[in-house]
């Protein structure tokens, strides 16, 4: 037997494993985590926020500010608002390409500098990008979708907002505002969840395994989520969690927030996936 198939054997027959085969015949194991781990990788990505300053708070500082700018400009208009910050947690898988880089590259034994974490979409560009373009069509869905529910609501209940003056508070303090938040929640974390189940691996994988397509990468990603659906679903709420603190401190959480998550997502991904080329 070949030292490849010892060393995969090996793998298969610790306990708690899945198999994933791709079509380049690489073998995707996957294990299963506990809930105890959670705390593990948030306390290893704190590490890395150490050991990486500047790289922790150039995107500590960009999601920080995105997030202030859109409560300042939107402000008075709510369901922007609540669409946009929607948005934003749908594509932090892809905006934490370049912190899943920079664990990476730690892990390895190196420290990379800001600019590299800024291209390390390039490692994987064309799969990347499909997963970014896919990523673009569900938000572009649900960008269209929000305005509609308003539209039912405001037919239904009437204006949306009774204080203009009051902007976010006059909004959460209608009748009709409290019926929109509440269909819009439940329509959200829905979304939300299907996207984190096909998000959860998948940059980190395209990022370490330049041989596996993007689809074939969501996939495997979803097929984890589901081996993994306790713990899977505790850690997207321990997101949810830091992320809403985040955007309740009008950004200012954020600065700790995005690249904390970031880290620990990549600490995730390597307890959760580990790759086996193929034998040539």
């Known amino acids: 037997m070949s030292t490849y198939s010892n060393n995969l054997n090996k793998i298969l027959n610790q306990p708690r494993t899945h198999d994933h085969v791709t079509e380049e015949g690489e073998h995707i194991i996957s294990t299963d985590v506990q809930f105890s781990d959670i705390p593990r990788w948030l306390n290893n990505g704190w590490q890395d926020m150490a050991k990486l300053p500047v790289i922790t708070l150039f995107y500590g500082s960009v999601m920080a500010l995105a997030v202030y700018l859109v409560y300042f400009f939107f402000q008075n208009n709510p369901i922007h608002m609540f669409t946009i910050a929607t948005l934003a947690v749908m594509m932090s898988p892809f905006l934490a390409t370049g912190l899943y880089y920079a664990s990476q590259k730690l892990e390895e034994g190196e420290k990379p500098s800001l600019f590299e974490t800024m291209i390390s979409w390039k490692i994987n560009a064309g799969d990347i990008g499909f997963y970014a373009a896919v990523l673009g069509v569900i938000i572009a869905a649900w960008a269209t979708f929000t305005p509609l529910l308003a539209a039912v609501v405001v ?61 074939q990468a969501m996939i495997i990603s979803f097929q984890i989520s589901m081996e993994n659906k306790g713990v899977m679903a505790a850690w997207a709420m321990v997101i949810g969690l830091l992320v809403a603190i985040g955007i309740l401190s009008l950004g200012l959480g954020m600065l700790i927030i995005m690249p904390l998550l970031g880290y620990a997502s990549w600490h995730a991904f390597n307890d959760l996936v580990k790759v086996i080329p193929a034998e040539k």
């Open 155 to 215: 037919q239904s209940q009437g204006l949306l907002i009774v204080d203009p003056n009051l902007g976010v508070a006059g909004f959460l303090l209608s009748d009709a505002g409290l019926i929109f938040m509440g269909y819009f929640s439940v329509l959200a974390i829905a979304l939300t969840a299907f996207v984190f189940t096909i998000s959860v691996v998948t940059i980190p994988l395209l990022l370490k395994d330049n041989h596996i397509g993007a689809v």
